[in-house]
Protein backbone atom coordinates (compact mmCIF):
# COMPACT_ATOMS: atom_id res chain seq x y z
CA UNK A 1 0.00 0.00 0.00
CA UNK A 2 1.25 3.75 -1.24
CA UNK A 3 2.23 5.97 2.08
CA UNK A 4 0.19 8.94 2.31
CA UNK A 5 0.63 12.06 4.49
CA UNK A 6 -1.04 10.71 7.54
CA UNK A 7 1.02 7.81 7.67
CA UNK A 8 4.44 10.15 7.53
CA UNK A 9 2.70 12.95 10.46
CA UNK A 10 2.08 9.87 12.70
CA UNK A 11 5.06 8.01 12.44
CA UNK A 12 7.21 11.48 12.49
CA UNK A 13 5.42 12.38 15.54
CA UNK A 14 4.10 15.68 14.39
CA UNK A 15 0.78 17.15 12.46
CA UNK A 16 0.08 16.61 8.63
CA UNK A 17 0.45 20.60 8.09
CA UNK A 18 3.88 20.08 9.07
CA UNK A 19 4.78 17.91 7.03
CA UNK A 20 2.90 19.57 4.33
CA UNK A 21 4.97 22.33 5.11
CA UNK A 22 8.06 20.88 5.23
CA UNK A 23 7.17 19.15 1.44
CA UNK A 24 6.50 23.05 0.80
CA UNK A 25 10.09 24.74 1.95
CA UNK A 26 8.38 26.52 4.72
CA UNK A 27 10.79 28.63 6.75
CA UNK A 28 9.42 27.97 9.71
CA UNK A 29 10.08 24.27 10.52
CA UNK A 30 13.38 24.08 12.77
CA UNK A 31 16.43 22.08 11.51
CA UNK A 32 15.47 18.75 14.04
CA UNK A 33 11.61 18.40 12.72
CA UNK A 34 12.78 18.53 8.91
CA UNK A 35 15.31 16.00 9.09
CA UNK A 36 12.92 14.12 11.35
CA UNK A 37 9.89 14.27 8.12
CA UNK A 38 12.00 13.50 5.80
CA UNK A 39 13.94 10.63 6.96
CA UNK A 40 10.77 9.05 7.91
CA UNK A 41 9.48 10.00 4.50
CA UNK A 42 12.04 7.86 2.70
CA UNK A 43 11.58 5.13 5.36
CA UNK A 44 7.95 5.03 4.18
CA UNK A 45 8.90 5.58 0.45
CA UNK A 46 6.79 8.24 0.78
CA UNK A 47 6.43 11.46 -1.86
CA UNK A 48 4.08 14.40 -2.56
CA UNK A 49 3.04 14.58 -6.43
CA UNK A 50 3.47 18.21 -6.49
CA UNK A 51 2.56 18.82 -10.26
CA UNK A 52 -0.86 16.18 -9.57
CA UNK A 53 -2.29 19.21 -8.09
CA UNK A 54 -2.07 21.17 -11.30
CA UNK A 55 -2.61 18.65 -13.29
CA UNK A 56 -4.98 15.85 -12.08
CA UNK A 57 -7.43 16.31 -14.48
CA UNK A 58 -4.39 15.52 -17.38
CA UNK A 59 -2.47 12.18 -18.07
CA UNK A 60 0.96 13.12 -17.14
CA UNK A 61 3.68 12.55 -20.13
CA UNK A 62 7.13 13.69 -19.18
CA UNK A 63 10.04 11.82 -19.95
CA UNK A 64 12.76 12.39 -17.80
CA UNK A 65 16.99 12.23 -18.80
CA UNK A 66 18.97 11.39 -15.33
CA UNK A 67 21.90 11.57 -15.87
CA UNK A 68 24.25 9.99 -12.57
CA UNK A 69 27.86 11.83 -12.16
CA UNK A 70 27.03 14.62 -15.38
CA UNK A 71 30.26 15.27 -16.40
CA UNK A 72 30.46 17.32 -19.07
CA UNK A 73 33.37 19.32 -20.74
CA UNK A 74 34.48 20.50 -24.07
CA UNK A 75 36.34 17.37 -24.75
CA UNK A 76 33.81 14.83 -24.16
CA UNK A 77 29.83 16.03 -25.33
CA UNK A 78 28.33 12.75 -25.14
CA UNK A 79 26.03 13.80 -22.50
CA UNK A 80 24.85 15.96 -24.38
CA UNK A 81 24.89 13.98 -27.41
CA UNK A 82 22.43 11.53 -25.44
CA UNK A 83 20.52 14.03 -24.51
CA UNK A 84 20.05 15.27 -28.02
CA UNK A 85 18.61 12.42 -29.01
CA UNK A 86 15.93 11.74 -26.11
CA UNK A 87 14.94 15.54 -26.79
CA UNK A 88 14.09 14.60 -30.55
CA UNK A 89 12.35 11.94 -29.95
CA UNK A 90 10.09 14.04 -27.61
CA UNK A 91 9.73 16.31 -30.13
CA UNK A 92 8.18 13.85 -32.53
CA UNK A 93 5.85 13.10 -29.73
CA UNK A 94 3.27 14.21 -27.47
CA UNK A 95 5.72 13.58 -24.80
CA UNK A 96 7.23 16.22 -22.78
CA UNK A 97 10.85 16.13 -21.49
CA UNK A 98 13.03 17.28 -18.54
CA UNK A 99 16.71 17.02 -17.48
CA UNK A 100 17.89 16.02 -14.35
CA UNK A 101 21.47 15.32 -12.30
CA UNK A 102 21.79 12.91 -9.81
CA UNK A 103 24.79 11.53 -8.32
CA UNK A 104 25.74 8.79 -5.69
CA UNK A 105 25.19 10.85 -2.57
CA UNK A 106 21.88 12.27 -3.79
CA UNK A 107 20.60 9.07 -4.32
CA UNK A 108 20.94 8.09 -0.61
CA UNK A 109 18.45 11.43 0.39
CA UNK A 110 15.26 9.98 -1.88
CA UNK A 111 14.36 6.85 -3.57
CA UNK A 112 13.81 6.50 -7.39
CA UNK A 113 9.81 6.59 -6.97
CA UNK A 114 10.23 9.55 -4.72
CA UNK A 115 12.30 10.93 -7.09
CA UNK A 116 10.02 10.02 -10.02
CA UNK A 117 6.61 10.87 -7.92
CA UNK A 118 7.92 14.13 -6.68
CA UNK A 119 8.79 15.39 -10.12
CA UNK A 120 5.14 13.28 -11.37
CA UNK A 121 7.58 11.54 -14.46
CA UNK A 122 5.63 8.98 -16.24
CA UNK A 123 9.18 7.41 -17.30
CA UNK A 124 13.23 7.81 -17.04
CA UNK A 125 16.38 7.19 -19.01
CA UNK A 126 18.91 6.71 -16.68
CA UNK A 127 22.68 6.88 -17.66
CA UNK A 128 25.50 6.56 -15.65
CA UNK A 129 24.62 4.34 -12.82
CA UNK A 130 27.46 2.02 -10.50
CA UNK A 131 26.43 -1.04 -9.65
CA UNK A 132 27.07 0.17 -6.14
CA UNK A 133 24.58 3.21 -6.48
CA UNK A 134 21.36 2.87 -4.63
CA UNK A 135 19.04 3.84 -7.85
CA UNK A 136 20.61 0.27 -9.39
CA UNK A 137 19.21 -1.98 -6.96
CA UNK A 138 16.27 -0.18 -6.84
CA UNK A 139 15.89 -0.68 -10.57
CA UNK A 140 15.76 -4.16 -10.19
CA UNK A 141 12.33 -4.01 -8.84
CA UNK A 142 10.50 -0.95 -9.54
CA UNK A 143 7.32 -1.13 -11.39
CA UNK A 144 8.09 2.80 -12.79
CA UNK A 145 8.92 2.29 -16.53
CA UNK A 146 12.44 3.01 -17.15
CA UNK A 147 15.29 2.72 -19.79
CA UNK A 148 18.96 2.18 -18.86
CA UNK A 149 21.94 2.93 -21.50
CA UNK A 150 24.67 0.39 -21.32
CA UNK A 151 23.01 -1.95 -18.42
CA UNK A 152 20.68 -4.91 -18.72
CA UNK A 153 18.42 -5.18 -15.58
CA UNK A 154 15.96 -8.00 -16.38
CA UNK A 155 12.83 -6.37 -14.88
CA UNK A 156 10.24 -5.77 -17.18
CA UNK A 157 9.46 -2.66 -16.26
CA UNK A 158 12.97 -1.56 -17.26
CA UNK A 159 14.45 -1.87 -20.88
CA UNK A 160 17.76 -1.39 -22.38
CA UNK A 161 19.70 0.05 -24.81
CA UNK A 162 23.20 0.00 -25.83
CA UNK A 163 25.91 -1.05 -27.90
CA UNK A 164 27.54 -4.83 -27.21
CA UNK A 165 30.27 -3.37 -25.33
CA UNK A 166 32.05 -6.80 -24.94
CA UNK A 167 31.94 -7.81 -28.65
CA UNK A 168 32.98 -4.48 -29.18
CA UNK A 169 36.28 -4.54 -26.74
CA UNK A 170 37.18 -7.84 -28.19
CA UNK A 171 37.14 -6.33 -32.03
CA UNK A 172 39.31 -4.12 -30.90
CA UNK A 173 41.97 -6.45 -28.91
CA UNK A 174 41.55 -8.24 -32.15
CA UNK A 175 42.40 -5.52 -34.39
CA UNK A 176 45.57 -4.85 -32.52
CA UNK A 177 46.16 -9.09 -32.35
CA UNK A 178 46.19 -8.89 -36.34
CA UNK A 179 48.95 -5.98 -36.00
CA UNK A 180 51.19 -8.68 -34.49
CA UNK A 181 50.80 -6.84 -30.98
CA UNK A 182 50.62 -9.68 -28.05
CA UNK A 183 51.51 -7.63 -24.98
CA UNK A 184 47.98 -5.43 -24.64
CA UNK A 185 47.64 -3.46 -21.72
CA UNK A 186 44.33 -2.04 -20.59
CA UNK A 187 43.22 1.23 -19.10
CA UNK A 188 40.13 0.88 -17.73
CA UNK A 189 37.35 2.58 -16.14
CA UNK A 190 35.70 1.94 -12.74
CA UNK A 191 35.17 -1.43 -11.28
CA UNK A 192 31.68 -0.64 -10.51
CA UNK A 193 30.36 0.64 -13.86
CA UNK A 194 28.90 -2.43 -15.69
CA UNK A 195 30.38 -1.16 -18.59
CA UNK A 196 33.62 -1.36 -17.89
CA UNK A 197 33.05 -5.25 -16.67
CA UNK A 198 31.94 -5.66 -20.22
CA UNK A 199 34.73 -4.37 -22.43
CA UNK A 200 37.51 -6.10 -19.60
CA UNK A 201 35.23 -9.04 -20.62
CA UNK A 202 35.65 -8.12 -24.58
CA UNK A 203 39.52 -7.79 -23.81
CA UNK A 204 39.96 -10.98 -21.97
CA UNK A 205 37.88 -13.18 -24.31
CA UNK A 206 40.12 -12.14 -27.05
CA UNK A 207 43.27 -13.01 -25.41
CA UNK A 208 42.05 -16.17 -24.35
CA UNK A 209 40.90 -17.13 -27.86
CA UNK A 210 44.04 -16.46 -29.79
CA UNK A 211 46.41 -18.20 -26.90
CA UNK A 212 47.64 -15.18 -25.34
CA UNK A 213 48.88 -15.63 -21.35
CA UNK A 214 46.66 -13.12 -19.42
CA UNK A 215 48.74 -10.71 -17.17
CA UNK A 216 46.75 -9.29 -14.20
CA UNK A 217 49.09 -6.37 -14.00
CA UNK A 218 48.88 -5.49 -17.39
CA UNK A 219 44.26 -4.08 -16.03
CA UNK A 220 44.66 -1.10 -14.74
CA UNK A 221 41.39 1.79 -13.89
CA UNK A 222 41.55 5.51 -14.30
CA UNK A 223 37.72 6.09 -13.54
CA UNK A 224 37.41 7.31 -17.13
CA UNK A 225 39.19 10.42 -16.11
CA UNK A 226 41.69 11.82 -18.24
CA UNK A 227 44.54 12.81 -16.09
CA UNK A 228 44.32 9.75 -14.08
CA UNK A 229 45.42 7.61 -17.41
CA UNK A 230 48.19 9.89 -17.70
CA UNK A 231 49.97 8.52 -14.60
CA UNK A 232 48.00 5.24 -15.11
CA UNK A 233 49.89 5.11 -18.44
CA UNK A 234 53.23 5.99 -17.24
CA UNK A 235 53.47 3.38 -14.38
CA UNK A 236 52.09 0.85 -16.26
CA UNK A 237 54.95 1.17 -19.15
CA UNK A 238 57.58 2.20 -16.69
CA UNK A 239 56.85 -1.70 -14.78
CA UNK A 240 56.12 -3.76 -17.93
CA UNK A 241 58.46 -2.74 -20.69
CA UNK A 242 57.15 -5.42 -23.02
CA UNK A 243 53.70 -3.86 -23.34
CA UNK A 244 53.73 -2.42 -26.85
CA UNK A 245 49.81 -1.75 -27.18
CA UNK A 246 47.21 -0.13 -24.88
CA UNK A 247 43.46 0.00 -25.04
CA UNK A 248 41.73 2.10 -23.33
CA UNK A 249 38.25 1.97 -22.81
CA UNK A 250 37.14 5.50 -23.84
CA UNK A 251 39.08 8.49 -25.86
CA UNK A 252 39.15 10.88 -23.06
CA UNK A 253 41.44 8.51 -21.38
CA UNK A 254 43.23 7.38 -24.43
CA UNK A 255 43.88 11.27 -24.61
CA UNK A 256 45.82 10.98 -21.30
CA UNK A 257 47.58 7.78 -22.15
CA UNK A 258 48.90 9.84 -25.49
CA UNK A 259 50.17 12.98 -23.10
CA UNK A 260 51.58 10.20 -20.64
CA UNK A 261 53.58 8.31 -22.80
CA UNK A 262 55.01 11.66 -24.82
CA UNK A 263 56.12 12.83 -21.86
CA UNK A 264 58.00 9.43 -21.43
CA UNK A 265 59.80 10.38 -24.95
CA UNK A 266 57.84 7.97 -26.42
CA UNK A 267 56.13 8.14 -29.73
CA UNK A 268 52.33 6.57 -30.50
CA UNK A 269 52.26 4.80 -32.82
CA UNK A 270 55.71 3.88 -33.42
CA UNK A 271 56.40 3.12 -29.48
CA UNK A 272 52.88 2.06 -28.49
CA UNK A 273 50.14 1.46 -30.52
CA UNK A 274 46.56 2.86 -28.88
CA UNK A 275 42.87 2.43 -29.27
CA UNK A 276 40.43 4.08 -28.06
CA UNK A 277 36.54 4.08 -27.29
CA UNK A 278 33.32 6.10 -27.75
CA UNK A 279 34.87 7.96 -31.02
CA UNK A 280 34.24 11.86 -29.23
CA UNK A 281 34.47 14.61 -31.97
CA UNK A 282 38.11 15.14 -30.47
CA UNK A 283 39.24 11.55 -30.98
CA UNK A 284 39.83 12.67 -35.07
CA UNK A 285 41.83 15.97 -33.86
CA UNK A 286 44.30 14.44 -31.34
CA UNK A 287 48.07 13.83 -32.53
CA UNK A 288 47.88 11.03 -33.66
CA UNK A 289 44.25 10.75 -35.01
CA UNK A 290 42.80 8.27 -32.60
CA UNK A 291 41.87 4.90 -33.93
CA UNK A 292 38.53 4.03 -31.72
CA UNK A 293 35.44 1.89 -30.98
CA UNK A 294 32.68 4.81 -31.96
CA UNK A 295 28.99 4.13 -30.78
CA UNK A 296 26.67 6.89 -31.51
CA UNK A 297 25.50 8.46 -28.40
CA UNK A 298 22.25 10.62 -30.15
CA UNK A 299 21.31 7.70 -31.47
CA UNK A 300 21.29 5.67 -27.93
CA UNK A 301 19.19 8.74 -26.49
CA UNK A 302 16.76 8.44 -29.34
CA UNK A 303 16.13 4.83 -29.04
CA UNK A 304 16.26 4.81 -25.19
CA UNK A 305 12.93 7.63 -25.01
CA UNK A 306 11.63 5.26 -27.82
CA UNK A 307 11.65 1.99 -26.04
CA UNK A 308 10.57 4.11 -23.35
CA UNK A 309 7.07 5.23 -24.48
CA UNK A 310 6.48 1.97 -26.04
CA UNK A 311 7.02 0.72 -22.15
CA UNK A 312 4.60 3.72 -21.05
CA UNK A 313 1.87 2.94 -23.11
CA UNK A 314 1.89 -1.07 -22.42
CA UNK A 315 3.77 -2.53 -24.90
CA UNK A 316 4.62 -5.74 -23.53
CA UNK A 317 5.54 -6.99 -27.71
CA UNK A 318 8.49 -4.51 -27.63
CA UNK A 319 11.98 -6.35 -27.24
CA UNK A 320 13.52 -4.51 -24.11
CA UNK A 321 16.95 -4.54 -25.22
CA UNK A 322 18.29 -3.12 -27.96
CA UNK A 323 21.18 -3.25 -29.47
CA UNK A 324 23.02 -0.24 -31.23
CA UNK A 325 25.44 -0.96 -34.31
CA UNK A 326 29.40 0.17 -33.42
CA UNK A 327 32.14 0.43 -36.07
CA UNK A 328 35.94 0.16 -35.63
CA UNK A 329 37.34 3.24 -37.00
CA UNK A 330 40.64 2.79 -38.19
CA UNK A 331 42.83 6.01 -37.92
CA UNK A 332 46.51 6.76 -37.07
CA UNK A 333 47.02 5.75 -33.37
CA UNK A 334 47.63 1.95 -33.86
CA UNK A 335 50.91 0.82 -35.82
CA UNK A 336 52.19 -3.11 -37.00
CA UNK A 337 54.51 -4.12 -34.42
CA UNK A 338 57.60 -5.09 -35.84
CA UNK A 339 59.35 -6.21 -32.86
CA UNK A 340 58.35 -9.68 -32.54
Do not use: W
Amino acid sequence: MTATIRDVARTAGVSISTVSKVFNEYTDINKKTKERVLEVAKQLDYAPNMAARTLSSKTQKTIALILSELNINRKSTMPLEVLSGVYKYTEQTDFEFVFYGTSTEKQKEKTFRQFCNEHNIAGAVVQGLKMTDSYYQELKITNIPTVLIDIDMGNPYVGTVSIDSEQAAFEAIEYLISQKHRNIGIINGSRDAKVSILRENGYRRALVENNIQLNEAHIQYANFEEDIAFLISQNLLKNNKNITALFCTSDIMAIGAIRGIKEMGLNVPDDISIIGFDDIILSQYVTPRLTTVAQDAEVLGFESAKLLSEIISGNTDSPKLRIIPHELKYRDSVKENETN
